[in-house]
Every structure is written in structure tokens, then in C-alpha cells.
């Protein structure tokens, strides 16, 4: 490292005024001087990865990327990192169908030119061993069209809930919403909540990146609990019997197993989880990095994602899952499954995006009237470049 090293002193910096800790700082003098960190601390930040996108002359390198890949030879992709509501901007390098590295992309209103580290390791879902890849009946593995057919069957009989997730885009929330909007009999659809700490700069308090998403689209038009009892009470008074999940385990928004047992799931999702052992279908979904679409961050800044890799080989691709069940269920086809072919259709639907097409959406994202919300209680604190509107209010 010290003989890259050209002294400049960016990362000590860095440390020192983004971190707020001192870290790194140079020891001895003239052609002696070397960077080093203080005795007794560590560079442990979940910010310290920043320090090898500024350090000018690759000095500092990162153990996840270091040797992997020649840096020209990777794809980069615009993306979003989906830890929390704050929704950094990212750079997805990626080559022949294979991610190697996420970086942060700038964007001034949002992230600056950072990112945390944890942000920079979610590429890493993407081929993990509990990938859910495959359709399935009853535990076996059919094809696509199979596994919608029995998924139509079940929605039909009625007695129908809609668990959706606070990480789907935009696009799959308002499909969802559609699909919900054509079953028979009122249709109760639910989103699980994720919360945890803020750390006052670029992870908020609410780790789902789309939940105002739910709430523009009309998915919800309430604040997410992190548990489900209503839908708990429903199945045990038997006035539930078909549970469509998209992108949530059951079990962890607190529906026991002997309430799984009691209803059919038809469990869409990226991974395996404890749902899917008691589902009557499932079906995969792709992740952030295998699809296009848009999420709305905690600011209702619209922020854009592009297809970075394929997704699993098999696998219906784009918002096909979407599309194709809307399809199976009304006869009709709703539209193409593509981001762009939604966003054609929620323009006319919804206020907040009037005017807007999916191309039309800047790579740095656009900022929507967010006041029908105002009187919600969302949960998160201040951040870099993000007040809530309490706070804001407090100080005028
Ligand atoms: S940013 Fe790189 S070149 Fe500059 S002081 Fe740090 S290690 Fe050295």
C-alpha cells in the first residue's frame, strides 16, 4: 500500500469528516512518511470502503474486489441500494452475467459520493446457495405455466389476502395493486414492516427502500406494522384461506407454522425461506440487480434501477410474474412487462406521477409531491440530505 501511496491525505480526511473519527494519519517525515492507523483503532466504519473510490492512485483496495477484475472490463450499471429508505445511488459492475463489485454513483441530493459498506455486499444475494430458482407444485418442480395456472385456480376460490413487501419496485407494487384490485370480494393486501436504528447518514431508521412506493401506487394507505396479527386472527377465524405472498417470509411477520398449515400460500419470492416449506406454490422473483424499475426513497425522490445480470436461467424475466398472473386471472392483458409499458399506464392513475414517463425520470431521480402522506408517522431521523418534515418544523 505505502508505496502507492502519494501522501495526499484524502482518506485521513475522510476519516476525519464524513466518519467523524480520527483513523489514519502519517507517521515520520520527508521520504519516511508513511499512512497508518492510530494505535488501538480500526478502520471498522461501515463508511470505510470510501476511502479506496477517493484514494487517487488504488493504494487502497478493497479484500472483496482486490485481484478479482480488471476495472475496464466491468459493465457498470446505474442501481439503488436497497438497505433502507435512503435509497444511495450505486454503480453495479458486473461482467458476462457476473457481479464483481458495487460502488456509489453521485448524486448530490441524495448520497453525495458515498455509500455504506454493507451496500456494497447485497451483489452477493444474487448467487447465494438459498436461491429460490425454480417453479413449484406442492414441493415438486413444474414449469412457469403450471405454477400460475394452480396460483389462479387458488386466487379464484376466493377468501383471498395480499402480504406485498416494501422492497418490490414501483412497477411490481402497482401490478400487485391491479391483481389485488380484480379477485373477487374484498381483498385485504398487507406490507411488512422492517425498523431498526438510523445511522444519521446514509441507513435510515426504515430498511425497506419502497415503502412510499406501497403508498403512492395505492398498494397500502398505511404505514406497515412489522407484524401481521390481523392476518394471524383471519386465518384462525377461517376467513382467509389463500394467502398470496410476494417477497416476504410469512413466518418472520408472525404467522405461525400451524397457521401457514391452515391456508394455501403462494409464495413469490427471491430465496428459500420457512414459507416456502409449508407453500402450495412457488414461484421466483428476481432481485434488485436482475430487473429494471424504480423505487421512491424516503425524500419521494423516484429513483431509477437498470438490469444489471440475467436472472436465474428458467425464470420469467422483467415484470413478467406480474403480468403473466394478471393474464391467467382476467383473461386480459394489462400490458408489457416492462417498466417503461407501467409506468404508461400508472401516469393516467396516478396524481403524483402525472406528467412522468419512466425514460423521462433523471439518473439522479425526480422528486414527487409527497403531501398526501404528510400526516403519516414515518420513522425515519435525520440523515445526510434528508429532514423530517417534524424536525424541519421544530427548527423553523
Ligand atoms: S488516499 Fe491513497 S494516496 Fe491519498 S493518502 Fe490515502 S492511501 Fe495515500
Not at 480526511?13 to 517525515?29: A, N, P, Q, V
Not at 470510501?50 to 476495472?71: E, I
Not at 451496500?119 to 447465494?128: A, P
Not at 396516478?350 to 425520470?361: A, C, Q, V
Request: glycine fraction near 8%; charged fraction near 20%; include cysteine.
Amino acid at each position: 500500500m505505502n508505496e502507492r501511496c502519494i501522501l495526499c491525505s484524502r482518506c485521513i480526511r475522510f476519516c476525519d469528516e464524513i466518519i467523524g473519527e480520527s483513523i489514519l494519519g502519517f507517521t515520520d517525515r520527508g521520504s519516511y512518511s508513511t499512512l497508518g492507523v492510530f494505535p488501538g483503532k480500526q478502520l471498522t466504519s461501515n463508511y470505510s470502503l470510501n476511502t479506496v473510490d477517493l484514494c487517487p492512485v488504488g493504494a487502497l483496495t478493497s479484500t472483496d474486489f482486490r485481484f478479482k477484475m480488471r476495472v475496464w472490463f466491468l459493465k457498470e450499471t446505474p442501481s439503488i441500494d436497497t438497505e433502507s429508505s435512503v435509497g444511495c445511488n450505486t454503480v453495479v459492475g458486473s461482467r458476462e452475467g457476473v457481479i464483481h463489485r458495487i460502488t456509489p454513483r453521485r448524486n448530490d441530493a441524495v448520497n453525495d459520493t458515498w455509500m455504506p459498506d454493507s451496500g456494497r455486499m447485497l451483489y452477493k444475494q444474487v448467487d447465494s446457495e438459498d436461491r429460490l430458482t425454480e417453479y413449484r407444485l406442492d414441493g415438486k418442480v413444474c414449469g412457469a405455466d403450471d405454477a400460475l395456472a394452480a396460483a389462479q385456480e387458488l386466487l379464484q376460490s376466493g377468501s383471498v389476502a395480499i402480504v406485498g413487501s416494501g422492497r418490490l419496485s414501483v412497477e411490481e407494487q402497482y401490478l400487485l395493486r391491479r391483481i389485488a384490485g380484480r379477485l373477487s370480494g374484498s381483498v385485504p393486501v398487507y406490507l411488512v414492516a422492517r425498523t431498526a436504528d438510523g445511522d444519521g447518514m446514509l441507513i435510515s431508521a426504515d430498511r425497506n427502500p419502497n415503502v412510499r412506493g406501497a403508498l403512492v401506487t395505492g398498494l397500502i394507505d398505511s404505514l406497515p406494522q412489522a407484524t401481521l396479527p390481523e392476518l394471524a386472527q383471519a386465518i384462525d377465524a377461517g376467513t382467509v384461506k389463500t394467502i398470496l405472498t410476494v417477497g416476504e417470509d410469512l413466518t418472520v411477520a408472525g404467522i405461525s407454522v400451524e397457521q401457514l398449515r391452515k391456508v394455501a400460500v403462494i409464495n413469490i419470492h427471491t430465496h428459500h425461506s420457512d414459507t416456502a416449506q409449508y407453500s402450495k406454490v412457488d414461484m421466483p422473483l428476481l432481485t434488485v440487480f436482475e430487473k429494471s424499475g424504480s423505487f421512491i426513497n424516503q425524500q419521494f425522490r423516484v429513483q431509477k434501477f437498470a438490469q444489471a445480470v440475467p436472472g436465474p436461467k428458467g425464470t420469467l424475466f422483467g415484470l413478467s410474474t406480474f403480468t403473466r398472473l394478471y393474464r391467467v386471472l382476467t383473461g386480459e392483458e394489462l400490458c408489457e412487462p416492462s417498466a417503461d409499458a407501467v409506468w404508461h399506464l400508472m401516469v393516467n392513475d396516478i396524481e403524483e406521477f402525472k406528467g412522468l414517463s419512466f425514460r423521462g425520470i433523471p439518473e439522479t431521480g425526480h422528486l414527487i409531491d409527497g403531501k398526501r402522506f404528510a400526516d403519516l408517522p414515518f420513522v425515519e431521523g435525520k440523515s445526510l440530505h434528508y429532514e423530517p418534515a417534524a424536525v424541519a418544523t421544530a427548527q423553523a
